[in-house]
């Protein structure tokens, strides 16, 4: 099964800093790369997805970047804001085995 | 509203006693799971299902039990053998379809009594 490791498991920022959160996976076929944003008390819910075929995605503030040689993709958050504040999850897949497994989470503080 | 709906929002069970958990879907996927959220643990993988009639067991599947006799239906029960239940747990589902996304349901806090 997959292997997934995020990092840092906390992170602390200003408001207007930037933040990046690191998602370590194994199985080399893996081809889906999604980040999801849980806020306090709420469902986890998707926020930016890559595909293997593209090495960045950008939406506004958020981006994600992949390196599929390397095994591991990032969550970017420019401009941070106090509504960013929440826990991020990372969930690598590959089609057809729908095993998904989550990393243990990343919890973002935006200090005003 | 996501599609997936859980209930009841909040459970008190006593010690020693079974409880079900009810996860119903109408977004037609075939996949269904269940998640278990402890602070500082992130989701863990209970159960999960691909599609009717067939369920394979996650990262910490002891003490749980689930069925999967319709699409849309995938029950959930923490049994008397799961040593620690209190927690939160959430259902999701996903399309078996080229995007994968996970839509959650809204969650059930279980708390033993």
């Known amino acids: 099964g997959e292997n997934v490791e995020q990092h840092p498991s906390t992170l602390s920022v200003q408001e207007g800093d930037s933040a990046v959160i690191k998602c370590t996976y194994s199985d080399s076929a893996s081809n889906y790369f999604p980040w999801y944003k849980q806020e306090l008390g709420k469902r986890p819910q998707l926020i930016i997805d890559i595909r293997s075929n593209v090495g960045e995605k950008k939406d506004q503030r958020i981006a994600v970047t992949l390196n599929k040689t390397a095994k591991h993709f990032s969550l970017h958050i420019t401009e941070t804001q106090p509504e960013d504040s929440a826990v991020y999850f990372c969930?690598?897949?590959?089609?057809?085995?729908?095993?998904?497994?989550f990393g243990i989470g990343t919890k973002l503080q935006v200090i005003p | 509203d996501g599609g997936i709906t859980q209930s009841p929002k909040y459970l008190f069970r006593k010690e020693g006693q079974n409880v079900t958990l009810s996860c119903e879907q109408n977004?037609?996927?075939?996949?269904m799971y269940w998640y278990r959220q402890d602070p500082g643990q992130g989701l863990r993988l209970i159960y999960y299902?691909?599609?009717?009639?067939?369920?394979q067991k996650g990262d910490i599947a002891e003490g749980y039990s689930v069925s999967r006799e319709k699409k849309e239906s995938f029950p959930l029960t923490v049994t008397s053998a799961q040593k620690n239940p209190t927690a939160f747990y959430l259902c999701a589902s996903i399309t078996t379809g080229s995007n994968t996304e996970a839509f959650f349901g809204q969650g059930t806090r279980l708390t033993v009594v």
């Open positions: 299902s691909q599609i009717v009639n067939d369920f």
């Open positions: 977004l037609n996927h075939d996949a």
């Open positions: 969930a690598p897949t590959r089609g057809g085995y729908q095993k998904v497994t």
